[in-house]
């Protein structure tokens, strides 16, 4: 994207607004914000597009603030219903699941409504909760637990709101629900599917003996993957489950030794906690040759943009050549490496 130029006194002007209030790092950053705001002016923007631009811009930085003093806490998302009454199996399969992963060391992340997400919140304790709430003109605000905590910021939009809801979670966790659970699980499964989105752990979580997630299955398998609409195996990224203890393995298991990944070029490359040994990397493109588009899965040194960027350069590595509509083995392969004989005790 070509960046059009400001004059150049207007940029000097521009300079000395940011000198004034100190601002120093990732100034590129800032400068290019501020002057798209110009430009907005300049292009004649209606009101309701500049109202949209400025309450998204304003919503972001709440919701930045919010989550700012827990970069370093581990965090997983939990949707469900607004719906689930107090006395439903799922509101206690929600509350016992967030207080599992909380025991873990988990934060827990909610929409901070009712039903599902009070569950949540009451599973995790005030202290390990953070919501994102929504303003919206027929439902409650915050539920009580969110909001005697002040870990909550609201929202007028959805898409800032949902953005946050996943941007700083390292797992997701999805029970029963409506339009917008189901929005919110395909949102999650579309943005992995593409490749805007790292690899992270999906739960469906139902009730004992439920049916709910069984069913989307499928529908998934015998509707979506026999036209091609999707690919085989890409539902395989998420695990369906009623039970507390496996839906909190999946989560913090996911972590075990797989830890990031990042595209150079054409060559994937997965970060680890531990090097796996000459064997077991024979024994990984054994399993996994058909994912791969050309080569074989290695071990390798940082590659020059990963030094560049001082990313993680004390993690060994691997790296392939992946073919991107194999997302569905992707994750099978992050599983088998966490559960290499090399990998970190559980």
């Not at 914000?33 to 811009?57: F, H, N, P, Q, Y």
């Not at 060559?267 to 990984?284: F, G, H, M």
């Not at 390798?300 to 943009?305: G, H, S, V």
């Not at 994750?331 to 005790?345: E, H, K, Q, V």
Request: glycine residues 8%; charged residues 25%.
């Amino acid at each position: 994207m070509t960046e059009e130029p400001l004059p150049e006194a207007l940029s000097a002007e521009i300079n000395r607004v940011l000198d004034d209030a100190g601002v120093r790092s990732d100034r590129r950053l800032v400068m290019r914000m501020l002057r798209t705001a110009i430009l907005l002016g300049e292009d004649g923007a209606d009101r309701l597009d500049l109202k949209i631009a400025s309450a998204a811009l304003a919503e972001m930085r709440d919701a930045f603030r919010l989550f700012a003093p827990y970069g370093g806490v581990p965090k997983v998302t939990v949707f469900g219903s607004a719906r689930t009454r107090q006395d439903d199996p799922l509101y206690r399969q929600a509350r016992d699941v967030a207080s599992a992963l909380a025991a873990d060391g988990w934060m827990v992340v909610t929409g901070a409504g009712p039903g599902i997400m009070q569950a949540a919140a009451e599973g995790a304790g005030p202290a390990l909760s953070l919501g994102v709430s929504i303003r919206l003109p027929f439902e409650e605000k915050a539920n009580a637990i969110i909001e005697a905590s002040d870990h909550v910021v609201a929202m007028k939009y959805f898409f800032t709101r949902k953005l946050m809801l996943m941007k700083e979670s390292r797992g997701f966790i999805c029970l029963p629900g409506g339009f917008g659970t189901l929005d919110e699980m395909f949102e999650l499964l579309t943005l992995q599917q593409t490749g805007k989105a790292e690899p992270m752990p999906i739960v469906l979580l139902d009730e004992k003996g439920g049916t709910f997630w069984t069913g989307l299955k499928r529908f998934i398998d015998e509707d979506l993957a026999p036209t091609g609409v999707i690919s085989e195996g890409d539902f395989d990224r998420v695990v369906i489950t009623d039970s507390i203890e496996d839906a909190t393995a999946e989560i913090t298991g996911f972590w075990r030794n797989y830890d990031s990944l990042r595209w150079v070029g054409g060559t994937l490359v997965l970060r680890l906690r531990n090097a796996p040994t000459d064997a077991e990397i024979e024994d990984l493109n054994e399993q996994f040759a058909g994912m791969l588009i050309s080569g074989r899965i290695e071990r390798t040194e940082p590659r020059q943009p990963e030094v560049a960027d001082d990313d993680l350069l004390d993690l060994p590595r691997l790296s392939l050549h992946l073919d991107q509509y194999r997302v569905g083995e992707l994750f099978r392969l992050i599983r088998a490496i966490n559960d290499l004989p090399s990998a970190p005790a559980r």
